[in-house]
Structure formats: structure tokens, C-alpha cells
């Protein structure tokens, strides 16, 4: 479970991305975060990555404060978050074989593993005729798939999806968040930001609306409303 | 485990060099000149050295005899400076001998010889020549000289003259010019060797620089400072390793050629010969240079952008 607790994240130049917001999120949930740009989607999602610190409140991952983490442990706690982003951020020189597995060896596991799991989940993802192709020879459809399959791979506790279909054509963001429903189908929390009006009114799961830096909805069955 | 971290970052590191192929070779170009500046100063270190040490090789002292002193008092002269522990080596020229070394020195001047042969007598004395194992030495012993000088039994003075003070100056002149040109010429390379090293430390951040997001991809997905620092310090040693091997590569040619003419510019010395004699330190000292120039250059570049 993640809590948010009356968190607040002001910038030195005093702007305010994020204001006194206060959730939870349950795991196997399917949440969905709303918001125009600036409205302090990103920085939420970069809060529990620990990438920031909160200037107040508290953000907990299994009832561990993620900002009283150690450097070491910030690191074990990413490995249980998986994450997808709108740009991608495949490694450039590494095949999409590489890729995925850098995420298997930067977790630690072994080599057998490794060579199992990798086919295995470009599979789910249907790249299974890619997998010794570098990132520049793929479609954006393809590369955000193996971004997922990256986040997925060491079967995280929760995906964390920033705008994943934000590059994508229909067909492409179709696919994507089908995936991503199936990943929350098998357990996994996922928490996703989009502007995709199309994405949110089909899934019919809870959505997050964020304004200004505040909570201004939390609809358990939510459709796309700014 | 650590074996296994270590081989994949390894091979991360050799992969990454080799696939950015062209930024590694303009990295490793770049690093050939500083190893060949750092080259140059162990050639330069050689060069002086020899020169200073040939120069003061030179230094000796020469006490002439006047022809009447009688070899035993000489041979016990010879004695006691061979107690002084300053002294290195002593020979003894004879009178005899030192007239032969004067008739095979003028053996093609007739006038010399014909002139030596009107005088009845051998009109040279016998010498004695001193070694010190200091250059700073030869002061004292030149002083014990004189006060043995004084002190010579049978009433007159055995000593015709030393010859030591006559060459102190010149010699004190050229060890200071050979001692100046060193310094300004260590310095020079020095200031050449550091600029050379920023610039490669400079190419190296370039490198990584290009990396950077790719650091932040590594980092979220999870991956330790050390997973993350690693493959980069790894090709950073690499670029090191065959800047190294192209410069000890390019020395062999470049002494050989610069051969002949260090060996009569700088009195006898062969690079060629010195490069291959001392092959060995050459090798650790630019290999070792291009190594750790490379690793400290990547980590320093690579921790960057870990702070953030």
C-alpha cells in the first residue's frame, strides 16, 4: 500500500507543485492520475520514487517513510517499482535484449534467470521477433512496450506510468493500456498519468484529479473531467 | 555474486566502447597525446640525467708532482686519500708513463717530440688522479690536499699543483646550465602534461555527458551507484589501456629515428637503446598513466551525475 500524507512539495523559486495532498492506494488498484501539464502529476510520481523530497508530509511505501531511506535503500526501493515513461528512456546503445536485462542484473539476479525471464516477458508484450534489435529500430509503440516489459520484469510491487501513450498513435495507445490491464489483472498496482481523455473514460477504474498542485477529485469509478 | 556484478560490468564496459566506436577512438587520440607528453618527460629525465651524470664524470682532480718527489712519498700519499671515504677511485701515472701518454698524444707533431728529445731529462712529473664519489666532495679533498701539501716532509713541497681549481668553474658553470635547462625543461612538460590531462579529463566528461540520461535510466530501474559507475570506469580504463599501447607503439619508430641524433647531440646517449633497455618502466609508467588517468577521469564524470 502507498499512503500520501498531507504531502507538499514547494520549489525554491516558491512555486507550488504540489499542495497539502492526501490518498492512498491500495495494491491491485488501478489508479489513475488527471491533471492539466503543471497540475503536479510528475511530481507526485516523483515523490515516491524518492527522486524528490517533500518540503511537507510524508510519503509511505509499505509503511516505510520513502524520504528516510538510506542512498542504498532508495536504490532496493526502486526495484520495486517498475516505471514507464512517455519519452521511453531505452538505453541507446543496449539491444532490447540488453535493456531488459539490465534491469534483471541491476537487481541482482542470475544469469539463468535472466536468460528465462527475458524472452519470457518480451513475449507478453508480443516483441518476441525484436529482442536482438536496438531501441532506434523500433516504433514508438514498440520501444514503450519494451519499456513495460523492462518495468515488468522483476515483477515489481507497482507500475508507475507517466504519460505512457503521450507519443503514441490510437492503435499504439490501445495496445498499451491493455497491457498495462493486464499487468493489474495479475496483482500488480499500477499508477498511471495521462491526458489521454479516450484512456481514462475506458478503463472505468479510480481516477485522481489534480489541479494547481491539489486534489480536486477522487472518483472510485472516474471518467475524464477538467 | 561479486564475480558475477564484476563480469557483467566488464562486459558492459567493453560493449559500450566498442559500440560508440567513434567517441572512443576520438577519447583514445585524445589520450595518446597526453601519454606521449608524459613519454617525452621520462625521455627529457633521461636526456639530462645522462648529460649531468657524463658532465660530472668529467670532474676530477689531477695533483701533479714536481719530477724530483720520490715514488714512495707519492704511493703514501696515495695511502691516506685512499682512507679519505670520499674518495672513489685513485690512479697513479708514473713518470715514465705519463711521458709515454705524452709521446702517443704528439705522436704526429715532430716539433713536440723533437723538442722533448733535446731535453736529456723526462721533464714530467707523476700524477695522481682522483675520483669522488659526490661532485660536492672534491672541495675537501682538495683541501686535505693542500694541507698535506703543507704538511710534506724533507722540507720542500713534493706538490707542483692541482689541477681542481682551475676546472671548478667551468664545471660549476655547465652542471648549472644542464641543472637550469632540466628544471625549465620539467617544467615546461609539466605545464604541458597538466594541460594535456584536463583536456582529457574534459573528452572523458564530454563522453559521459552523452550518457547522461542514460545514467538517470540506469539509476531508476534501480541499478546500484557501483552498477551504474562501473562500465563507465571500464571504458575509461580501456581508453587508457590502448592509448598506451599506441604510444609505447609510436615511441619505437620515433626513438629509433631520434637515435643517432641524441647519440651525438647529447654526448653518447641512444634514445633507441634507452627506450628498449628501460622498455619496462616505459610501459608502467604510460600504461599506468593511461589507466588511472582514465578510470579517475570516468568516476569523477560518472559520480556527477549520480549526486543528482
Do not use: C
Not at chain 1, 528465462?116 to 514498440?142: C, M, Q, R, T, Y
Amino acid at each position: 500500500m502507498i499512503y500520501f500524507d498531507k504531502v507538499s512539495k514547494i520549489y525554491p523559486d516558491n512555486s507550488v507543485a504540489v499542495d497539502n495532498v492526501t490518498f492512498s492506494i491500495e495494491p491491485n488498484e488501478f489508479l489513475s492520475i488527471v491533471g492539466h501539464s503543471g497540475a503536479g502529476k510528475t511530481t507526485l510520481l516523483k515523490l515516491l520514487l524518492a527522486e524528490e523530497r517533500p518540503t511537507q508530509g510524508k510519503v509511505l511505501f509499505e509503511s516505510t517513510d520513502v524520504h528516510a531511506l538510506k542512498r542504498s535503500d532508495v536504490t532496493k526501493l526502486r526495484r520495486k517499482i517498475g516505471m514507464v515513461f512517455q519519452d521511453f528512456r531505452l538505453i541507446p546503445d543496449k539491444t532490447v535484449y540488453e535493456n531488459i536485462a539490465f534491469a534483471m542484473e541491476a537487481a541482482g539476479k542470475v544469469d539463468e534467470a535472466i536468460q528465462a525471464d527475458v524472452p519470457h516477458v518480451l513475449e507478453l508484450v508480443d516483441l518476441g521477433k525484436k529482442i536482438w534489435n536496438f531501441p532506434h529500430e523500433l516504433s514508438g509503440g514498440e520501444k514503450q512496450r519494451v519499456a513495460i516489459a523492462r518495468a515488468i520484469v522483476n515483477q515489481p510491487d507497482v507500475i508507475i506510468a507517466d504519460e505512457p501513450t503521450g507519443n503514441l498513435d490510437p492503435v499504439n495507445t490501445y495496445d498499451i493500456v491493455q497491457i498495462l490491464k493486464r499487468i493489474n489483472d495479475l496483482g500488480t498496482m499500477i499508477i498511471l498519468t495521462t491526458h489521454n481523455k479516450g484512456v481514462i473514460d475506458s478503463l472505468g477504474k479510480r481516477v485522481i484529479t489534480m489541479e494547481g498542485g491539489k486534489m480536486v477529485r477522487d472518483d472510485k469509478e472516474g471518467r475524464y473531467t477538467l | 555474486m561479486f564475480l558475477t556484478t564484476a563480469k557483467r560490468i566488464l562486459k558492459s564496459g567493453f560493449f559500450n566502447f566498442w559500440r560508440n566506436g567513434f567517441v572512443s577512438l576520438s577519447s583514445v587520440l585524445i589520450m595518446v597525446v597526453t601519454l606521449f607528453v608524459i613519454g617525452s618527460i621520462i625521455f627529457l629525465g633521461a636526456v639530462f640525467d645522462f648529460s649531468l651524470a657524463t658532465l660530472r664524470d668529467k670532474v676530477d682532480i689531477n695533483v701533479y708532482f714536481v719530477t724530483s718527489a720520490p715514488e714512495e712519498e707519492i704511493l703514501t700519499i696515495k695511502k691516506g686519500l685512499e682512507t679519505l671515504p670520499e674518495v672513489s677511485s685513485i690512479s697513479y701515472v708514473s713518470r715514465e708513463v705519463a711521458l709515454a701518454n705524452f709521446k702517443e698524444r704528439h705522436k704526429d707533431d715532430e716539433f713536440t717530440l723533437q723538442a722533448l728529445d733535446e731535453l736529456e731529462e723526462n721533464p714530467l712529473g707523476a700524477s695522481l688522479n682522483i675520483k669522488a664519489k659526490e661532485p660536492s666532495q672534491y672541495e675537501g679533498i682538495a683541501q686535505y690536499l693542500q694541507s698535506e701539501n703543507i704538511l710534506s716532509t724533507a722540507g720542500t713541497p713534493i706538490i707542483d699543483k692541482i689541477n681542481y681549481f682551475q676546472n671548478k668553474v667551468a664545471i660549476d658553470r655547465l652542471s648549472k646550465i644542464v641543472d637550469s635547462a632540466t628544471q625549465l625543461g620539467f617544467f615546461l612538460m609539466l605545464i604541458l602534461g597538466i594541460i594535456s590531462i584536463l583536456i582529457t579529463f574534459n573528452t572523458i566528461r564530454l563522453v559521459i555527458y552523452i550518457s547522461r540520461e542514460e545514467i538517470n535510466v540506469m539509476r531508476l530501474v534501480g541499478a546500484s551507484d557501483f552498477y551504474v559507475q562501473g562500465p563507465f570506469i571500464v571504458g575509461g580504463m580501456l581508453y587508457g589501456f590502448i592509448a598506451a599501447i599506441l604510444t609505447l607503439l609510436m615511441f619505437y619508430p620515433l626513438s629509433f629515428w631520434l637515435g643517432s641524433f641524441t647519440t651525438s647531440f647529447f654526448v653518447g646517449l641512444n634514445m633507441f637503446e634507452y627506450y628498449l633497455r628501460h622498455f619496462l618502466t616505459f610501459f608502467a609508467a604510460i600504461v599506468g598513466s593511461g589507466v588511472l588517468i582514465g578510470a579517475v577521469s570516468s568516476y569523477l564524470a560518472v559520480t556527477r551525475y549520480l549526486k543528482k
